[in-house]
Structures are given as structure tokens and as C-alpha cells.
């Protein structure tokens, strides 16, 4: 599709300074232990993406007018505009990552995002920000709702006032248990689920939503047949537009990864009792992506930034827009850090 510089993506969120073993270091000497820095925050990551495809980006979020806030500016991609990123004093979130654990320790509650973002981005801002030049795009997260008082009012803010001048809205749930319990953060973003144009999803939110999948599934496609029955109970409950999820299926070798994609259809039209028949459902399984993943952190950021790409801007079918998100989920978890670097030529090839 043809690069149209009236679309505008723009993420609101926090990024942070994250740690992780240094995998390639020898055994820790004495008592010094090699950790690698790198920038990261879920809806940064998403924009980042989408700039390495290059679509316009814009992230808005406020960094510590120190050099620490610098280090967080200086890691992201010239690409992105990050020309709504404001300054105060204040400090820096720092997460911890141990992968072969699956754990993350936060340290985020005095970040200069958690203690301003209301009063940095408030009404005012956005109503300046939605001008209507662009066809907008505009991504949030769940984590953002998990994080203090201060930052749920500003979310609910950016989202209201994007919705308010139409802009096409993209919300990934994103829920971290380290952050608190899901129904904390589903009575937050449940005035939204219906609203926005698109909602996100993952396998463990599946049981929180009171439709759990079998951890016995003992083959890839008996688990997607059961995520599919799942996800269009949810989209339908619920009443999302469109309700997205990742999956993934780890084997011996590697991964497979596909995705489950849930439409309401038009309000109004009957189904019968038990069915499912006011959602379609569309699963990439039959072209879904093996691969090895080399660090198993953002492929879902990679994946939202895909589907938008292919779906919202340049307008493919969404079976289609689904398999271009597992492979550019699947490249980017083939690299280290957050941020993919996946250009449009990489992307193709794979496809």
C-alpha cells in the first residue's frame, strides 16, 4: 500500500529502563553481575514498530528532566516523533526482567509518568492533539490503567476525547499480574471494551473472563478450535467490534504462533439461542508460524503494530492482516529488546 501521510499513529504510555541478565556473560565475578539496559514500555514498542514499517508515528508520554530521561529518548528511533514527550522532575521506571523464571519486578509507583501524566495530558492537550488532519490512529494499553490513580484519569481522558473526534482506537489489555488483579483492571477498561475499534487479548486472560481453555490440550489445533469458541462467547458478552488474540503453541524445537479474530456484526441481527452467529470468527491457523523465538518479550506489541498495519492502514482482510501480525511477532521475538527494528523489505520476505 501506498505510504499516506494524512495517517497518524499515536501511543500513550510509559516506557521504562529495563534489565535483564546478560545471557552472554561468563559466571558472575566476584560480586558483580552483568546486566544488559535497554528501553522499553508496550505502547512505545507498538509505535516504534509501526515507525520501522514507516507509517508516522508519534509517542506521548513525559520522561525526568535528567539523564535518565535522556537515556529513554536517546534509545528511541529517530523515525518516531517525540515531539509531545514533555520534561519534568521526577524520576524513571525500572523493571527487572528474568526470563528462564517468567518474572518482572517493577519499580514504577514515583515515576514521573505515574505521579503526572493527569495534569501533563489532560482534556485541554488532547482536544488540541485530535485536530482532524490526520486519519488517526490511536494506541493504549491496560498497564497504563494498572499504574496509579493519576494515570487512569489521564487514560480515560485520551481515550474519551479520541473516540470524541472519531479517531480509530486500539486498546491491548495487557494485564500484569505483578501490577494487581485482573478484575481491578477490567472494571477500568470495561466502560471502553465496547467503544473502542479494537481490543486485545491474550490466552491468560481467557480464564479471568470466564471462559478458561483446557491446559491439557494436547495438540495446536485442538487448542485453537477451543480459543475460537472462547474468544466469539467473549466478543459477543462483551460486545467488542473487534476482539484480537495472540496464541501460541510451544513444541519441542520452537513455537507456533497464530491468532484468533472475533467481529461483532451489525447490532440488531438475530441469532439463535447458544450460537455464536452475531460474531464471525477468523483464525491464521492454517498458516501458522513456527519459529524460535531467541527472547520471548515483545511479540505482542510486534503483533498489534502488524495487524494495524496491514488491516487499519493499507485495509487487508483480517485473515490476511493476522498472519502478517504472527510473522512480524515471530521476527521480532527473533532479536533482542523491545523494540522491533523489522523493516517493510524483512517483513515481506518472511511473508
Known amino acids: 500500500a501506498a505510504m499516506s501521510e494524512t495517517f497518524r499513529f499515536t501511543a500513550f504510555g510509559e516506557a521504562m529502563l529495563r534489565y535483564i541478565p546478560d545471557p552472554s556473560a561468563e559466571e558472575p565475578q566476584g560480586t558483580t553481575t552483568r546486566w544488559l539496559q535497554s528501553v522499553g514500555g508496550a505502547d512505545l514498542n507498538v509505535a516504534v514498530a509501526l515507525a520501522a514499517l514507516q507509517w508516522p508515528c508519534t509517542w506521548v508520554s513525559v520522561v525526568p528532566d535528567n539523564e535518565l530521561g535522556d537515556v529513554v529518548l536517546d534509545a528511541i528511533p529517530g523515525e518516531v516523533d517525540v515531539s509531545c514527550v514533555k520534561r519534568a522532575p521526577g524520576e524513571v521506571g525500572v523493571y527487572h526482567v528474568w526470563p528462564e523464571k517468567k518474572r518482572m519486578v517493577y519499580q514504577r509507583r514515583h515515576s514521573v509518568f505515574c505521579t503526572k501524566a493527569d495534569v501533563l495530558f489532560s482534556e485541554e492537550f488532547w482536544k488540541g492533539y485530535w485536530q482532524g488532519q490526520y486519519r488517526d490512529v490511536f494506541h493504549v494499553t491496560g498497564i497504563t490503567m494498572q499504574l496509579s490513580d493519576c494515570c487512569k484519569q489521564a487514560q480515560h481522558v485520551a481515550i474519551k476525547c479520541a473516540l470524541d473526534k ?47 481453555v483446557s491446559g491439557e490440550l494436547d495438540s495446536a489445533s485442538s487448542l485453537d478450535a477451543a480459543i475460537q469458541v472462547a474468544v466469539a462467547a467473549i466478543c459477543e458478552e462483551l460486545q467488542v467490534k473487534l476482539l484480537c488474540m495472540c496464541c501460541k503453541f510451544v513444541q519441542q524445537q520452537g513455537q507456533l504462533r497464530w491468532s484468533v479474530i472475533a467481529r461483532a456484526s451489525a447490532p440488531g441481527s438475530s441469532s439463535a439461542a447458544g450460537e455464536h452467529s452475531g460474531v464471525k470468527v477468523v483464525s491464521s491457523f492454517s498458516q501458522a508460524v513456527f519459529h524460535k523465538p531467541l527472547e520471548a518479550l515483545g511479540g505482542g506489541d510486534a503483533w498489534v503494530a502488524g495487524f494495524l498495519d496491514a488491516h487499519v492502514l493499507s485495509g487487508s482482510g483480517v485473515f490476511e492482516a493476522a498472519h502478517q501480525a504472527d510473522t512480524l511477532a515471530a521476527l521480532c521475538q527473533d532479536r533482542v529488546g ?7 523489505e524483512e517483513l515481506l520476505h518472511a511473508l
Open 166 to 212: 472519531g479517531v480509530f482506537v486500539s486498546l491491548d489489555l495487557n494485564w500484569r499480574p505483578a501490577l494487581g488483579p485482573f478484575a481491578d483492571l477490567f472494571s477500568e477498561v470495561k466502560p471502553w471494551v465496547s467503544t473502542v475499534d479494537m481490543v486485545v487479548i491474550s490466552t491468560d486472560q481467557l480464564g479471568e473472563l470466564g471462559h478458561a
Open 338 to 344: 523491545d523494540f522491533s527494528t523489522v523493516t517493510r
